[in-house]
C-alpha cells in the first residue's frame, strides 16, 4: 500500500538547518526533499503525556516545522516515571507550557502551539483544521473516538498508539488518503464495556512503553509526511513487552462501520462521552456486587420459566432500542422513569421477594438506575454486565446488533 507525501517540501533549509538536520540528509530516502517536506509540516499531537512525550521531542528534534500540542493538565510527580518531556521543577505546572519548553530545547526552530483546552465537540474542528496530520496520545475512548471521527470527517490521517501495562498497539488511519483503509472504527466499532479496560491511572504501565510505541507513532508520522516506506495503513501493530514480540495484523476497512461504512449511521459528532459510558461513582458503587453475566441471566430465565425462581427483568433502554433487540421476557422502563421517580411505582414492591434485574445495551445505564432503586431500599437487585450486546454477542446471534 502506497503513501503519497502529506506535505510539499518547502523552498529551502537554511546552513543552520543543514547542520542540524545532516543526519537525516544523507540517507538517500529522506534527503534534502524530505527535510523540506519535514519542515514544512504542521502535526497535532494529542495529550503531553506517556505517549505524547516521546513523540513531540522526536518530531521536534526530526524537524517538524510546526508543532501543536492539545494539553489541559498538570504534570503530577506520578507522570514522571514515563512523561519524559517534563521535570521535577514541572510538577504542578501546565503540561502544555512544560512541553513547549523541552520542545523549545530539543529543537528552537520548532514553531509550537499551545492548545491548553481538554479536546471536545465544541473545539475539535478549530484545533484540528490546518494540520497535515495528528499523533493521538489520548489514554480514554470517549476522546479517542472523537479523535477518529473529526479526523475522518475533516480529511486528516491520524497514528494512533495505546498503552497498559505491557502491551502496545499502533496503526495509521488514512481512509481518506488510501481507498480501502479502515478507520478506528473499523478496528474497534464499539468501546469496551466500562470498567473492562483499565486506564494507565488504574492499571498501570511500564514507563518505557511509552517509548516503545511513542516512537512506532513518530516512525509513521515521518513516513506519511515524506511519503517513504511501507505505512502502517490497514495494518495494527502489536507489542508485547515481556515477550519482546511485535506482530502485525491486517485491518480490513469494515463495510459496516458506522462511520467509514456504506450505510453510516454516525455522520456528525456525537455525544461520546455517553457511547463510551463512563459511569458514576454511584453507579459503579451499585454494581460492585451486584452484576450478572448474561450467561447467568440465561439460566436464570430457564429457572423462572420453570417455575423456580422469581424475578423482574427491565430493560431500561428506550422505546426504538428495544425494537431493534431484546433480551426475550424483559419490559421496557426507560432510564428517565428512574431518574424521575416514576419508575419504583411499575416495580414490585420492596418486600415482595421478587427481585429486580436491570439491563441496557451496554451495562453503563442500567448500572445508574441500579443506584437509584438500591437507594430506594431494593438491596438485592441486581443488573447484566454488558447488557444485550452481551446477549446478542453471547447468546443470540441471530438478533441484530447496533
Ligand atoms: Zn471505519
Same mark, same amino acid.
Given at each position: 500500500m502506497s503513501f503519497p507525501a502529506l506535505v510539499e517540501p518547502a523552498d529551502a533549509l537554511t546552513v543552520d538547518e543543514v547542520r542540524r538536520y545532516s543526519r537525516h540528509l544523507i540517507i538517500p530516502d529522506v534527503g534534502m526533499t524530505g527535510q523540506k517536506r519535514l519542515k514544512n509540516a504542521k502535526v497535532l499531537v494529542i495529550g503531553a503525556g506517556g505517549l505524547g512525550s516521546p513523540a513531540l521531542m522526536y518530531l521536534a528534534a526530526a524537524g517538524v516545522g510546526t508543532l501543536g500540542i492539545v494539553e489541559f493538565d498538570e504534570v503530577d510527580e506520578s507522570n514522571l516515571q514515563r512523561q519524559?518531556?517534563? +521535570?521535577?521543577?514541572?510538577?504542578?505546572?501546565?503540561k502544555a507550557v512544560s512541553a513547549q519548553e523541552s520542545v523549545a530545547e530539543v529543537n528552537p526552530l520548532v514553531n509550537v502551539v499551545v492548545h491548553a483546552e481538554r479536546l471536545d465537540n465544541d473545539n475539535v474542528y478549530e484545533i484540528f483544521e490546518g494540520y497535515d496530520l495528528i499523533v493521538d496520545g489520548t489514554d480514554n475512548f470517549a476522546t479517542r473516538y472523537l479523535v477518529n471521527d473529526a479526523a475522518y470527517f475533516l480529511g486528516i490521517p491520524y497514528v494512533w498508539g495505546s498503552i497498559y501495562r505491557f502491551d502496545g498497539q499502533a496503526s495509521l488511519f488514512a481512509p481518506k488518503q488510501v481507498e480501502g483503509a479502515p478507520c478506528y472504527r473499523c478496528l474497534y466499532p464499539e468501546p469496551p464495556p466500562p470498567g473492562m479496560v483499565p486506564s494507565c491511572a488504574e492499571?498501570?504501565?511500564? +514507563?518505557?512503553l511509552c517509548a516503545s510505541i511513542g516512537s512506532i507513532q513518530v516512525n509513521e508520522a515521518i513516513k506519511a509526511l515524506t511519503g517513504i516506506g511501507d505505512p502502517l495503513v490497514g495494518k495494527l501493530m502489536i507489542y508485547d513487552a515481556l515477550e519482546m514480540e511485535y506482530r502485525k495484523l491486517k485491518v480490513r476497512k469494515d463495510p459496516n462501520c458506522a462511520l467509514c461504512g456504506e450505510n453510516p449511521t454516525v455522520t456528525e459528532l456525537i455525544d461520546y462521552e455517553y457511547f463510551c459510558g463512563a459511569v458514576s461513582d454511584e453507579a459503579a458503587d451499585a454494581a460492585a456486587d451486584a452484576t450478572i453475566s448474561v450467561a447467568t441471566l440465561e439460566g436464570m430465565l430457564k429457572e423462572r420459566e420453570e417455575g423456580t425462581r422469581d424475578f423482574v427483568l427491565i430493560d431500561v433502554r428506550e422505546p426504538n432500542e428495544y425494537e431493534i433487540n431484546q433480551i426475550p421476557g424483559s419490559v421496557l422502563i426507560p432510564k428517565g422513569e428512574f431518574l424521575n421517580g416514576n419508575a419504583l411505582a411499575q416495580l414490585p414492591s420492596v418486600d415482595s421477594g421478587t427481585q429486580v434485574v436491570l439491563h441496557c445495551k451496554s451495562g453503563v445505564r442500567s448500572a445508574e438506575c441500579l443506584a437509584v432503586i438500591k437507594g430506594a431500599g431494593y438491596d438485592d437487585a441486581i443488573h447484566v454486565g454488558g447488557g444485550v450486546v452481551a446477549w446478542v454477542n453471547q447468546i443470540d446471534p441471530s438478533q441484530p446488533a447496533y
Open positions: 519524559i518531556i517534563h +521535570g521535577q521543577s514541572d510538577v504542578g505546572r501546565p492499571g498501570g504501565v511500564l +514507563g518505557v
